[in-house]
């Protein structure tokens, strides 16, 4: 069984004209201890379908159709009682911009020993003191920083407080949304560093959000991209980057969009046009009118996420045409 | 020297006073004797970490900050010691485009409007009707098409990718010789990116117009520009061509940017040098080479002294005239100089 499994999840957002789908059908597995990495442009959907995983979602969001099996637990069927108990024991978010979430006025070690307390009754105070030196130490803070406050820190060092924070529960999936935006490149790479060993240490699973797949590409285990709120493609770091290539013209274009020092100096390509308005009706394939070897029937036919063979799948009539032609 | 500079920024010195309790009587050096040439046309890219200094020299040469010491020459005219009218006067041939858009432009003023403002700043046009047309024409430059439907919009109505091409178009209606961009693409979405900086490589070629690029990106840095100094806590520690640099870095500081540079690509055991700690405060800048104490050759080499007291120079490196590096050690050309 793995730890969580979506399947088919629809999450919409209220509009005028009644409701719109940000997550329009999205499948996504992760196993335990698998580092999954999850892209795309803004607006593609990436993070409403993270927060729908602890139901952390906006009000009047909801989720409309579409199951979230979390360790053989369907979360959607869970009430506000269910879902507290989930939520940071089991579950935990590193949210966006959360650099300057942290309360001013608290030390950051009794911020990070507040939701142990909260969380689990029975942690005798004492105990949650020592967890709390223990995950300093365990994200590069001396803990004789403990009684310091957040304006001590600066950003990459908050930031491990934030991860810190996220693991006081000890839970078995930590979601983090774009972690590592705000920071400077050398403190980028110390934090992705830190994610992994944690991950490899603890055995956790972790879901990363970044619009970057060159971050992706060397941290996880697994990547998906997301476009208009479907996913276009997904697959093992080591063939979607490596061997086989990424295979969707959405991924290769967004590739194309970044320098690579290992190939040739070449100026960046951008992606024509904009993600389509989700609050209008969508036939056919989404990328269907940025995509420059579209087809005709890419513009009326949905693309279904298709397995191409070890555990890559995309959502491409191109792909799954010569997939066709090659069996 | 004769040679004929777009700018030449000569031993700057940025430093500031800290108040407040903990900074009490504390000087912070910003920026610590940095020397850059621009030729005329060509792109500099200045890459560096937050704390760097990158953005305090971008203030100086656009004189919204006073440098303790130095030279800003401009066209071979230092702007340093120019105040009032004549400062005025030279500011139409240096422009800057910042990194926010959203902030940068007034919401409530036609995009026409903001892009002939320096205009009729430096009575530019014989009447409104040319003004126009040169706003007009600028914002088809930066790639503003339909100009005129767009000069019409106010500027709270254009996408991030719009109003950072507007930027761009107030920028060069001046024809300045210099544009300085501060991260001019770093808070728009990726797939608009290229957008921006083509338009930007445009008007280099078109309008002969050299930029001072300031960013944190280094593999950006080095499709866009022709050169790249690094800087460290207020000095430059390595300079060269872009494809140089990246391809041959020499200060241990640059090696370790090259190697952390993300990669699209699945590398097994890639060897990343992850530096430990972050960049000192400007207030507290170590003895010595002021990397010393994240270097990794430093402590390879079994700590030498000389590291520990003495304050390496930029200088040209034994490889090459146009590579310079501050390091004692990093040069394996010139031997073991202790």
Redesign the interface.
């Known amino acids: 069984m793995s730890l969580l499994e979506i399947r088919d999840l629809h999450v919409s957002y209220p509009n005028r004209k009644g409701e719109f789908f940000a997550v329009d059908g999205v499948d996504l597995t992760i196993e335990q201890g698998e580092f999954v990495g999850l892209a795309g442009?803004?607006g593609c959907g990436k993070t409403t379908l993270a927060l729908s995983i602890p139901q952390l979602l906006p009000e009047h969001s909801r989720i409309a159709a579409g199951s979230i099996s979390f360790n053989g637990v369907d979360t959607t069927a869970l009430n506000e009682e269910g879902l507290r108990a989930i939520r940071w024991k089991e579950i935990s978010v590193i949210f966006q911009g959360a650099l300057n979430a942290l309360n001013p006025v608290q030390t950051i070690g009794s911020q990070i020993q507040e939701p142990i307390r909260i969380h689990d009754e029975s942690v005798s105070k004492k105990e949650a003191q020592d967890r709390t030196l223990e995950l300093l130490e365990a994200v590069g803070i001396p803990s004789h920083r403990a009684s310091d406050f957040p304006h001590q820190f600066?950003g990459?060092?908050r930031q491990r407080v934030m991860i810190a924070m996220a693991l006081s529960c000890m839970p078995k999936l930590v979601i983090a949304d774009e972690p590592i935006t705000a920071l400077?490149?050398?403190?980028?790479?110390?934090i992705l560093?830190l994610l992994r060993s944690l991950c490899d240490k603890y055995k956790l699973s972790m879901l990363l959000i970044s619009?970057?797949?060159?971050?992706l590409?060397?941290t996880c285990d697994r990547v998906a991209v997301m476009y208009a709120g479907k996913v276009a493609e997904q697959g093992p770091?080591?063939r979607?980057?490596?061997s086989v290539g990424a295979q969707h013209p959405y991924t290769q274009?967004?590739?194309r969009?970044?320098?690579?020092?290992?190939h040739e100096?070449?100026?960046?390509?951008?992606?024509p046009g904009y993600p389509p308005d989700l609050s209008t009706l969508q036939v056919g394939c989404r990328f269907a009118d940025r995509c420059d070897v579209a087809l005709s029937r890419c513009a009326t036919e949905v693309p279904d996420l298709i397995d191409i063979g070890g555990n890559q799948s995309v959502a491409c009539h191109l792909v799954s045409e010569n997939q066709v032609g090659v069996q | 020297m004769s040679e004929k500079f777009s700018l030449s920024i000569e031993d700057l010195h940025v430093s500031y006073q800290l108040s407040g309790s903990a900074g009490k009587n504390k000087i912070a050096r910003a920026v610590d004797g940095v020397s850059l040439q621009l030729h005329p046309g060509e792109t500099l890219a200045l890459v560096g970490?937050?704390g760097s200094g990158k953005t305090s020299i971008a203030n100086a040469v656009m004189r919204l900050l006073e440098p303790t010491s130095g030279k800003i020459l401009l066209d071979g005219v230092d702007l340093v010691p120019l105040q009032g009218s004549e400062l005025r006067a030279m500011r139409r041939n240096f422009q800057m485009i910042f990194q926010d858009p959203f902030e940068s432009l007034d919401p409530r003023q036609r995009v026409i409007e903001t892009v002939m403002e320096p205009l009729e700043i430096h009575g530019i046009g014989e009447n409104q009707e040319q003004r126009r047309d040169l706003a007009l024409a600028a914002l088809a430059q930066a790639g503003l098409r339909p100009a005129a439907d767009i000069g019409d919009r106010f500027t709270h109505q254009l996408s991030g990718g719009q109003r950072q091409r507007v930027a761009i178009a107030s920028a060069i209606i001046l024809k300045p010789s210099l544009i300085i961009a501060d991260e001019p693409v770093s808070m728009l979405?990726?797939?608009?990116?290229?957008?921006i900086?083509?338009v930007m490589?445009d008007l280099r070629d078109q309008l002969g117009v050299s930029y001072l690029f300031i960013t944190?990106?280094?593999?950006?840095a080095?499709?866009f520009a022709d050169r790249i100094a690094v800087i460290y806590l207020g000095r430059i520690v390595e300079e060269a061509s872009?494809?140089d640099l990246?391809e041959n870095p020499m200060h241990p500081y640059t090696k370790?940017?090259?190697s952390?540079?993300?990669?699209?690509?699945?590398?097994e055991g890639?060897s990343?040098t992850?530096?430990?700690g972050?960049?000192p405060s400007p207030s507290s800048i170590p003895s010595g080479c002021r990397f010393h104490p994240r270097c990794p050759l430093f402590r390879e080499l079994g700590e030498p002294e000389k590291c520990l007291n003495e304050d390496p120079l930029l200088q040209i490196s034994a490889k090459s005239e146009s590579h310079l590096v501050a390091c004692f050690f990093s040069d394996p050309s010139k031997g073991d100089t202790q």
Not at chain 2, 189 to 195: C, F, H, I
């Open positions: 442009e803004s600066s990459g060092m400077d490149v050398m403190t980028q790479a110390q560093d619009h970057d797949l060159s971050v590409a060397q770091t080591s979607v980057f490596g274009r967004l590739l969009a970044y320098p690579n020092i290992r100096r070449k100026f960046i390509d951008g992606i | 970490e937050s979405d990726v797939s608009l990116r290229a957008g900086l083509r490589a944190h990106d280094l593999s950006l080095w499709m872009a494809v990246i370790a940017l090259v952390v540079i993300p990669v699209p690509e699945a590398i890639a990343r992850i530096l430990s972050e960049i």
